[in-house]
């Protein structure tokens, strides 16, 4: 998906490593810590920039790498964006656009932009991460903060099942291309889909799932195609926790989006015990959970008496699931 902001600006989705892709300027987020993409990036530079560790930014801060021949795009720009458990919806929303605000100032003459989606990988909703993120930059294009010879923003996604959703994805958000440019500066707000004007801004009120599962590869696809799309299409944001992803009060992340979730899912196959302690706090909230499973041989004794949504196949639960939400919305 290519799509253009008048005649100057287009924003792409591509499959890829981003370590690798050729681009100008590769945008990264630094949250107190490293995690996938931004570590990777951090070991590699650590031969041409040795003291990087020392110059990774505070919250708001930013720092560009010189130019480098350790990853293939020339430079790399970090954005400090506080602890990970805090980088939510509406922060995506505004590091998309202080990366163009600082690439305005630091590199006027870049040209082709590369970015990472932030949020999915450590259990926020997939598209209303994504749109938070496009969101901040057609913020910065909107306002005219972007580099003077900018042509070309790629989104660069690892995941080949990701990176098909979030290209027609972002062909539903932008089908003309995005507003606002050189060209086409004035009054972009009246141009942009509504969806996308609060986007970030009033997402965390928006009603939740909350989904408990292991975060494990094999579970991907049940997540995305048996649990994430029946979740959506009822009208809830779908989150999820990666325990592996954070640092620090992790549960405490978990226990807030438990207890302000409309609704907790839980598919308990493989008996991981971290999916049982969910569960069980979501009932000492008196949230509402529905039970998923692949083999009711699998259930501890402490739930075999609850009813089960049984599943064998991921088409099969996106299905049963649909009608499930369906006959609840009543009850949430």
Not at 69 to 80: E, K, Q
Not at 232 to 237: K, R, S, T, V, W
Request: contains cysteine; charged residues 25%.
């Amino acid at each position: 998906m290519n799509v253009k902001a008048g005649s100057d600006i287009s924003i792409v989705v591509e499959q890829g490593d981003a370590l690798q892709f050729d681009a100008d300027v590769l945008v990264l987020k630094y949250a107190d810590a490293m995690y996938g993409v931004d570590r990777a990036a951090v070991q590699a530079l650590a031969r041409s920039v040795p003291d990087i560790q020392a110059r990774l930014p505070k919250p708001a801060g930013f720092y560009i790498t010189p130019p480098t021949d350790a990853v293939a795009p020339g430079r790399v720009l970090f954005v400090g964006v506080g602890p990970l458990r805090q980088f939510g919806y509406g922060e995506i929303r505004k590091f998309g656009r202080k990366a163009l605000e600082a690439l305005a100032g630091e590199m006027p003459h870049a040209g082709h932009v590369a970015l990472t989606i932030h949020g999915p990988g450590y259990g926020l909703d997939e598209a209303e991460a994504f749109e938070s993120e496009v969101a901040g930059l057609l913020d910065a294009v909107a306002s005219g903060d972007f580099p003077a010879d900018l042509a070309k923003v790629t989104i660069v996604e690892a995941n080949a099942g990701r990176a098909k959703r979030l290209k027609a994805l972002l062909g539903q958000l932008l089908p003309g291309g995005p507003p606002g440019s050189r060209s086409r500066p004035a009054r972009p707000l009246s141009l942009v889909p509504d969806r996308l004007r609060s986007v970030g801004y009033d997402s965390q009120s928006k009603p939740h799932v909350f989904v408990a599962m292991p975060f494990a590869d094999e579970m991907d696809d049940v997540f995305h195609y048996g649990i994430q799309g029946a979740v959506n299409a009822a009208g809830f944001l779908c989150e999820r926790a990666d325990l592996s992803a954070f640092t620090g009060d992790v549960m405490e992340w978990v226990r807030t989006r438990i207890s302000s979730a409309t609704l907790v899912i839980a598919d308990l196959s493989d008996a991981n015990p971290n999916v049982y302690l969910e569960v069980g706090y979501a009932w000492g909230c008196g949230r509402p959970t529905v039970l998923l499973v692949k083999d009711t041989s699998q259930l501890k004794f402490d739930v075999k008496g609850q009813r089960c949504l049984v599943y064998k196949k991921i088409k099969d639960l996106e299905t049963s699931l649909r009608s499930e939400l369906d006959g609840l919305k009543g009850t949430l």
